[in-house]
């Protein structure tokens, strides 16, 4: 989600109690997630040998990803090898992220866990740090390169089996056929190729209309220009029966012009989002044909990249898994999983995480 943001780069110093230190290291700006976390038992991927660890995000400047740096940090606490962090945010710039994984391995950094934002574009660099010693894990987003050449390991979100989630309700839910709007990120992103991947797999029938651009509309998870697509479309097109979206929060602003248009909101399928979920709730009266289905974030993806790279680089058990999973969080359908807004709380948080919604409102500001 390529937003501007201040440089942000810290040094955290993780005592042998497992809490966490934080010190600015360079830039200033803002920081995502602060404070302290207390390590019970040692993990078994945990091993022996004292390492230094980075983490470093294509894109660290918003909440999601402010609440990924915290989560990975947390679990980067659990492990007493640890005896330091570092973090660091490209802020959507491709050549400063490569520059940021030259300049982690110049420091003498033991390992690091990489969110490729760019992809293959910052693939020479992984190489190059996993060339050099470094034990490299990118994760969530497709860097291309092949695991053991290019870098340790990738460690990827079941994408996949989110579209054959949302194709199963929405097979059940309009056995009769429906017209699909397909609301993606940035073009040709991984993700969102994935999970239309996944939702043609169930979807196979041509009573299932895919509408708008294919394989989804690109609006790079910008809120304003996912309110143009959107605005567009219901222009465009008499009759939306589903929109399928990678990014929920975003969806938010644009989802009012259907009311505005005297039309009533579809079924949104996507990621959890607090923002999505309250407006849901908010509004779901005024709007016969609104449901809600979300599969989890994901943002915990993070703590298995971290397990697996403390692991190679300290001789602890390396996971089995090397896909995070995450299956259906709510079904506004379902009693089973009902839709969760707590109004007390920030928009821009997501309870699917580990950490409460408190602990992540204290992280976004909220």
């Known amino acids: 989600m390529n937003h501007k943001s201040k440089r942000v780069m810290m040094l955290v110093t993780l005592a042998v109690s497992g809490a966490l230190s934080l ?34 995000d294509g894109f660290g400047g918003n909440a999601w990803r402010q609440i990924a740096a915290k989560s990975g940090r947390q679990e980067a606490a659990k492990c007493p090898s640890v005896k330091s962090f570092e973090y660091s945010d490209a802020q959507g710039d491709t050549q400063k992220a490569i520059s940021d994984i030259k300049a982690m391995v110049a420091t003498g950094v033991n390992a690091m866990v990489v969110f490729p934002d760019a992809g293959e574009a910052v693939l020479p660099a992984l190489r190059s740090a996993y060339k050099a010693g470094v034990v490299t894990v990118p994760y969530r987003t497709d860097p291309g390169g092949k695991n053991g050449i290019d870098y340790n390991v990738w460690i990827g979100s079941d994408f996949v089996d989110h579209g054959v989630t949302w194709g199963q309700w929405i097979k059940e839910k309009f056995p009769n056929g429906a017209k699909i709007l397909d609301i993606g990120g940035p073009a040709g992103n991984s993700q969102g190729l994935a999970q239309k991947q996944g ?20 609006t790079d998870w910008d809120p304003a220009k996912t309110q143009q697509v959107l605005t567009a479309a219901i222009a465009r097109y008499d009759h939306i029966d ?14 009012p012009r259907f009311p505005a248009s005297g039309r009533s ?12 979920a309250c407006f849901f709730n908010k509004n779901k009266d005024a709007n016969p044909d609104f449901n809600l289905v979300t599969v989890g974030t994901g943002v915990d993806n993070v703590r298995l990249a971290i397990q697996h790279a403390v692991a190679i680089a300290t001789g602890g058990k390396e996971p089995a898994e090397t896909v995070y999973a995450t299956g259906l969080f709510e079904d506004s359908t379902s009693k089973d999983h009902p839709v969760q807004c707590d109004p007390s709380l920030p928009a821009d948080i997501h309870l699917s995480a580990q950490l409460t919604g408190k602990e992540q409102a204290a992280i976004v500001g909220g």
């Open 23 to 56: 010190s600015a290291c360079s830039g200033g700006g803002s920081t995502p997630g602060t404070g302290s976390d207390t390590a019970g038992e040692v993990p078994s991927w945990c091993g022996h040998k004292q390492i230094s660890l980075a983490m470093l």
């Open 242 to 255: 589903v929109i399928v979206g990678e990014y929920g929060a975003s969806l938010v602003g644009a989802l």
């Open 265 to 276: 909101i579809p079924a949104v399928l996507t990621e959890d989002g607090h923002a999505i």
């Open 199 to 218: 939702l043609k797999s169930v979807l196979t029938d041509a009573k299932y209309e895919w509408i708008g651009t294919q394989p989804f509309e690109v």
